[in-house]
Structures are given as structure tokens and as C-alpha cells.
């Protein structure tokens, strides 16, 4: 069994003992990643803080535009350079924060392996501009190239990396391959060949040689576009193929012992579809998977009193109790029911019943309703009747809060069941559900303890 990973039985996938990987000097990078909206700059930020907590010096890495990783560490803005985080810490453990930015990162990778004057050049032109700030698979690649950078420095020893918020949780890995492919594929290489030429027999090549090409690239990307293309091209020439080797040298830093990836999902089919697809790319690359964390999970603490014997009970309270569901029949009385429970003062019997199914939650209720009034009326006194159905009313309604919160919890169940008989082999942690946003560092060691502890509460 390997490190981070808790057996639990033969009906049940293995735990994910996050402390333990967190722990493990050997883990040098945890990669959270999933579909979007599923948690991961939560998880991401959680496990730093924990991780720092525990004697690591941490660093989070967030693709996230949202801003929510500086707001809940308390820090004003993350930009391209990590920030340390006030406050998280001990034994000698650091957390260091940043986002991404796209564009100054390509910019790096300009100003380090180009003259100034290139590099101006590259960096005033329009089509490098575009193509910096937001062409397909830019952010990917450049959240590559940032960890590289990160893992270079050997300034950390725990890199955690929030994967940008995609389309597909596929994209991280195709991304860096696709846009590598492209700055040095064969489309490149042939907008290069005027400038390889060179002056007057460059033009006169392009001219001849490729007059009905460059026609067509005119029409379709403008005259000043492709003019644009050609002196990006040009002035990255000596520039492609690192591309390639750094998205290369990255891609294997992530199949290297030491990185970790963690998929993060909800209860939900869409979500754990896409989870189940990861974890299949994830073992089809040899990428080491160290588990799923099921964020959003929701539990009760009543989880005795199912769904329909809930619904039953209020049903039967909102009717007046004219079910009897112990005996199926309408309008009778227990028979051994003592005279507390009869209601009636004038010579007439009220046919409310007490059902055995339900007899703990409806009791429970009502003795938590009356417990504050210090002198209840006595039965047959004025008001009973009304109060009695002001609990009723309560207490039906709570039950049916609960018969829905256990659906929730079935629908869940369901849910998780199907991808672990598809992966029985992936190790889960499950955080219970907040009532609410986590906005703070109080908010985020919380995540960080029901990650650790990886089942829900109540459950």
C-alpha cells in the first residue's frame, strides 16, 4: 500500500490519510485538480495552511480568478510572486501564496532567453500580445512553466498547484503539448522561412514559393496580422524550441516520484464522471495519483430515522392522526394508551395516535417544545388544543427537513458507490458540507481538520 493511503475493508475504497502525505518529506508536489466549481482552490489553500501547520514550508500556486485564495488568508492581492502568509506556521513551517499571471509569466520566459533588444521586440509586438494574454492553452502552459520555475528554486519544499479552472480537468496535461506543438510545429516553421532567408530573396521566396498560401492566410487573418505572425516568428526563432523542452521537462517532473495528485469533486454525477475520466488519464500518463477528496459531502447525526418513516410521521401529524400506522386502521385508539394522552373533557375521545415508528422523533419534539413553559395548562384547558397543533405543525416540518436531508444523503451515497465500483482501488476523503463560504484562515484550518479526519460529519 503506498504512502497517504489508510485500508478500511473490502466493501469500502481506502482512506486518503491526507496528514500522512502531507508529513511526507518525500512529497514535494500536490496537484489539485477536477472539474471547475468542485473546491479546489479550497482544498489547495487548506492543505497549505495545514501542511505549514505541521512543519512544511509550503507554497500554494492558485490559477484563480476569482481572488477568493487572497481574500481568505487575509492578504490584499496574490500576484506573479509569492507572499507569505501571516499567521500559519509552526515548528519551523511557512506558507508562502501567489496567482498566477499569465502574461508576466510569458514575459519571464522572454526576458530570460532573449537580448534586451529582441525582447522588446517580441514583447511590443501585437500578435505576442494576443497570444500572451489569452490564446487557447496559454494559461495551462504558463502554470506548467511557473511550477518548473517554483521546483527550480528549491526555495519550498511542498509546492501545491490549483490547476486553472477548465473546461475539462484534461486540460492541464494537453495544454503545455498543444501550445508546445504549435511554437515549434510545422505552421511555424514555414512563417519562418522568409525571415530564415533573409532582405529582398526572402520576399522574392515568399512570393513565388508561397504566393497562393500567404493569399490565402491574408484573406483570412489580414494583411497586418500576418505581417505581425511573421515578426513574432522571426524575432522567436532561437526561442521555440525551448518551449517544447521546458513542457517536456515539466511534464516529467509531474510523473516523478515525490508529485502527488489529488482529484477534487463533488457527490454529483457530472463531477465524479469527470473524476472517474481523470484518475484513467492520470494512470494511461503513469502520473501518481494519491487520491479523491469528495468535497460537499452531507451527513446527519439522525441518520437512523430514514427518509419515508419520516415523511409518514408528518404526514400523520399534519392529518390529525387519523393513520394509524401501527395497526393500518383509521379513527382507533391504542388501547392501551393511559388517560394522559386522552384530550377530550366532555365526554367525547380525540383520535390522535402515537405511532411506534415515529414515536422517538414526534416524543423528542414535543418535549423540547413544552420544556421552557414552567406551568403547562392542564389537558382540557383553553389554548391546548392550539398549542398542541403549533407543535404538530413544527414538528412535521422538521421531519420533513429530515426525510429531505436523507434523500440528499441516499442520492450521495449512490453517487460515490457507482465510481467506487468503477476505482475501487482510489483512496477518498470526504469533507462535510459548510452552511456556508469559507472566507477566512479560521475557515480554512476547519477544511483542513475534515480533510485529515476524511469522513463527514455525522457520519
Known sequence: MSEGVDTVGLDTPPRLAVDRLLDDPETRIVVCCGAGGVGKTTTAAALGVRAAGRGRKAVVLTIDPARRLAQSMG????????????????????????MLDMKRTFDEIVEAHADGERARAILANPFYQSLSAGFAGTQEYMAMEKLGQLRAKDDWDLIIVDTPPSRSALDFLDAPKRLGSFLDGKFIRVLMAPAKVG???????????????????????????????????????????????????????????????????????????????????????????????????????????????ALAAAENLEEGGIVDQESGKAGLRDTAAGPT???????????????????????????????????PPETGSPGTEGDTAVVDRITAGLLRLHAERM????????????????????????????????????????????LAAGVPAGA
Open 407 to 450: 434523500q440528499v444523503i441516499a442520492r450521495e451515497q449512490r453517487t460515490r458507490d457507482r465510481f467506487t465500483s468503477l476505482h475501487p482501488e482510489v483512496a477518498v476523503a470526504e469533507v462535510a458540507a459548510l452552511p456556508g463560504d469559507v472566507h477566512d484562515l479560521a475557515g480554512l484550518r476547519a477544511i483542513g481538520e475534515r
Open 199 to 309: 532582405g529582398r530573396a526572402g520576399m522574392k521566396f515568399l512570393n513565388v514559393g508561397m504566393s497562393m498560401m500567404t493569399g490565402t492566410l491574408s484573406k483570412l487573418m489580414g494583411a497586418s496580422l500576418l505581417k505581425d505572425v511573421q515578426t513574432f516568428v522571426a524575432a522567436m526563432d532561437t526561442m521555440f524550441g525551448g518551449f517544447r523542452t521546458r513542457a517536456d521537462a515539466t511534464f516529467r517532473l509531474l510523473q516523478a516520484p515525490g508529485t502527488a495528485f489529488l482529484v477534487v469533486a463533488a457527490p454529483e454525477p457530472d463531477a465524479l464522471r469527470e473524476a472517474a475520466y481523470f484518475v484513467e488519464r492520470l494512470a494511461a500518463e503513469s502520473m501518481p495519483l494519491a487520491g479523491l477528496v469528495l468535497n460537499r459531502v452531507h451527513g446527519s447525526g439522525a441518520d437512523q430515522l430514514s427518509a419515508e418513516r
Open 75 to 98: 492578504i490584499d492581492s496574490l500576484d506573479n510572486t509569492p507572499r507569505r502568509v501571516a499567521g500559519v506556521g509552526a515548528d519551523g513551517g511557512e506558507l508562502h501564496a501567489m
Open 341 to 375: 394522552e386522552a384530550a377530550g373533557t366532555t365526554g367525547t375521545t380525540t383520535t390522535r395516535t402515537t405511532t411506534t415508528p415515529t414515536a422517538d422523533a414526534t416524543d423528542t419534539a414535543h418535549t423540547a417544545d413544552m420544556a421552557p413553559t414552567a406551568n
